[in-house]
């Protein structure tokens, strides 16, 4: 919770600065670092690996790294891997329907 109040504030003087860049993050919403790796079970290293070679795109505030949710739901989206039975299982339905 204190996360959130701090992640709240730098938003806030943020704020002052552009405050069309900002709306469109609070509606987008963002995560930090330290959330993005718990969500996705990462180690530290790997967050920046992912960064360096541009798998996901970042923000830095100050020393601070944030992610887009819509980027990081993109990126799960294109990791998305269906099981072979499955895909043939969505292609007779496929065939079927046409």
Do not use: C
């Amino acid at each position: 919770m204190e996360q959130v109040q701090a992640n709240k504030e730098v938003l806030t003087g943020l704020k002052i600065a552009n405050p069309q860049i900002i709306n469109t993050w609070q509606s987008r919403g963002i995560i930090d670092n330290q959330e993005f790796m718990l969500r996705l079970s990462i180690s530290k290293r790997t967050a920046a690996r992912w960064r360096i070679t541009g798998k996901i795109p970042y923000i830095i505030i100050g020393k601070k790294t944030y992610y887009l949710v819509q980027d990081v739901d993109a990126l799960l989206q294109g990791s998305y891997v269906r099981h072979r039975a499955s895909k043939a299982l969505a292609k007779q339905i496929d065939d079927a329907a046409a």
